[in-house]
Structures are given as C-alpha cells and as structure tokens.
C-alpha cells in the first residue's frame, strides 16, 4: 500500500458512498419507487405458488439471501441461479410461481432463457433493475427501478453500493409480504425451531410448571407454612390464593428479607406478600418473559389464567431450554 494513502479515510468514504445508496432507497420509497414494491407484493401475493429469485453474480447471492428471507416469513421461494436455469432447473418454475429477477445493469445475458422461460408460460416476471427501459425491464411485467448509485468501490467496478440497495428492496418486499399476511411471532417460530431463537419464540405455556409443582398457599396460612412450600417447590416463592383459587398476590426470598424483623413463628402472609405479583399470560413468547424478569430483576414469573395460577416459570428454566 502506498505510504500516502490514508486507509482509514478510505473505508470512511466508502461507507458513506454505500449510505447514500441507502438513503436513496428509503427516499425513492415515498415515491415511484415505493408505488413499485407494493405493486410488486400484490403480483407476489397473488399467486398460488412461490417467489422465484434468480439472478448471477453478486446479485445472484442477494437473491440466494432473500429467497432466505422470503421463506422465512412465511413466503415460500427458491433460489435459482441464471446459469443453472438454462442446463435444466427452468423446470423447477411453475406456472403458479413469479420470478424475481436481479441484475442491476438489466443486460444480464444469462437470464435471458429465465425471462423468454416466464413469457412462455405466462408467468409474472419482476425486475429489479436500475435500468428501466433495459432488455430486462422492457421485457418484465412489473418493473421495481432503483435509482443508479455510486459503487463503494473506489475503482467503480465491485458491486457494493448496488448489492446493498437490491438487498434493501428485497428485504422490504419481503417484510411487506409479512405485514399483509399477518404473519406473527407463533408463525416465525414454525420456520425458526432451533437455536436460540427458536427457544426465545416458545410459548410459555410449553415451558411453565404446572399441577402439584404449583407453590400454593391459601391468604390467611402461616408464614411459615409458605416457607416450608417454597423450600419445597424451589422456585424461591409462594403463590398465595384466595378460598376460589384466585391469585392475591406472592412471597418471595425479597420479601422475606425485607421483613427480617418479623417473628416468623407468628406472622401469617398476609403480613409481608406483595400484593398482586408480577404475572404473565400462557401465551406469552420466553422472549418476552425473560425480558421481564430481567427487568423486573427477579427469579420466577407467575403465570395466570382469568386470574388463577397455572403455571411457574423460572429463569433457570429458560436458560435450560436456551432461550437466555
């Protein structure tokens, strides 16, 4: 490297060439830009079959990327390469499908057979291009036109600015399509079953105590009858109910500490419980329970139903199924 090359300087203005590419896309979407990715969400939600991402090159990895990300939120896609398409995998597309075609330039030559493949069989084609009036564009029933950028690249030759901007677009269809469908968290966790996002996206309900594990204790009992439950039961505390089953409130090892000074041989729990608890709903995701007890910095959460206990989860729990 030449010694007078400031290197830092030089990645400095190459990140701010690619955030202006951004920038572009965000601004263009209030537009005609914007007008073009809803058009192209209702081509996509309208067939009965699934997003066909094609591409080469470095748009070909975009594509691979968000067929990815399509399936994930619950868009079923596939991944085909242009050069792949011509040796046999136009097969692969069927006429219930759409395409998605990527090349920034619009004159990619190896998708021609993608395209003239789509026109045959009277397939939707989307182009997403920086060339309107290219051979791709002219020949795409939905054009998505993304405004021309300057490459990060200081030579102007690597695709970087312009990945990152098809890349942008085609995380927002995506996330379009999401949002129309009502896609929700229980269904981003049938796609996301394993590691730890898939542990964070489990409902409570699949992970709480239930039946005889359940520290009750009726309003009115011995404080040390509580005591000895949540020795017991060691989840630290004691879910004190009403004669109906009612959830009234809890003790915890905090409350125990805060009343120190009580003659515990005497004192019932109505005496130190906190009223009411922090409780959660079965139906909650782990995610959601563990960033209450965090931020209530306890060890168990209470969870009730219609205003009864069913369930008790525990920070140890969570971290035992991986989802902290």
Known sequence: MSPEVNLRAEILKAAK?????????VSNLEGPLGDAVLEAIEVIAGQRGRVILSGVG???HIGAKAAATFASTGTPALFIHATEASHGDLGMITPDDCVLALSWSGETR??????YHARRMDIPLIALTSQRESTLGRSATNVVALQQADEACPLGLAPTTS??????VCDTIAIGLLVRRGFSERDFRHFHPGGTLGASLTLVRDAMHVGDELPLVRRGSALMDAIQ???EKTFSL???T????QICGVVSDGDLRRHAHIDTNKAIVDDIMTVGGQTIGPDMLLASAL???QDNKIGALVVEEDGRPVGVIHVLDLLRIGAA
């Open 58 to 60: 470095k748009s070909a």
């Open 238 to 240: 004691a879910i004190i």
């Open 110 to 115: 190896e998708l021609s057979d993608v395209v």
């Open 163 to 168: 990945s990152l901007m098809q890349l942008m």
């Open 291 to 293: 960033k209450t007890i």
């Open 242 to 245: 009403e004669e109906d089953g």
């Open 229 to 231: 439950v949540m020795s």
């Open 17 to 25: 060439v690619s955030r202006d590419g951004i920038d572009s896309v």
